[in-house]
């Protein structure tokens, strides 16, 4: 059973910093795949950033040089540090494992509320 709880979101003011954590339970977590999504009110779930399994990044263009995503094998967690915030980053954001041998993302945390302030 694989379950992801995120934590570490919160109210900040614009130009401010979050880091979002989540922690991984299930499977091999070093061979597993993980990103973080962010859901606006009355908007469609966007991707944020993934770091697989073999290290490699990718954000999407709007957070790129602001956030950074990484991971502590030993502690099965993928965090999420965001500065310089701004407040369309406003959303729920959400953790998300892709596992092999499957090429998606089929199990998801619950999501942390990232309100910034401007």
């Known amino acids: 059973q694989v379950q992801l709880v995120e934590s570490g979101g919160g109210l900040v003011q614009a130009g401010g910093s979050l880091r979002l954590s989540c922690a991984y339970s299930g499977r091999t977590f070093r061979t597993v795949t993980m990103g973080w999504f962010r859901q606006a009110p009355g908007k469609e779930r966007e991707f944020v950033a993934a770091?697989?399994?073999?290290?490699?990044?990718y954000y999407v263009d709007s957070v790129k040089g602001r956030f950074t995503i990484s991971r502590d094998n030993a502690k099965n967690t993928v965090y999420l540090q965001m500065n310089s915030l701004k407040p369309e980053d406003t959303a729920v954001y959400s953790c998300a494992a892709d596992i092999p041998p499957t090429d998606s993302y089929d199990y998801w945390g619950p999501g942390t509320q990232v309100t910034v302030s401007s």
């Open positions: 770091l697989s399994w073999s290290g490699n990044t």
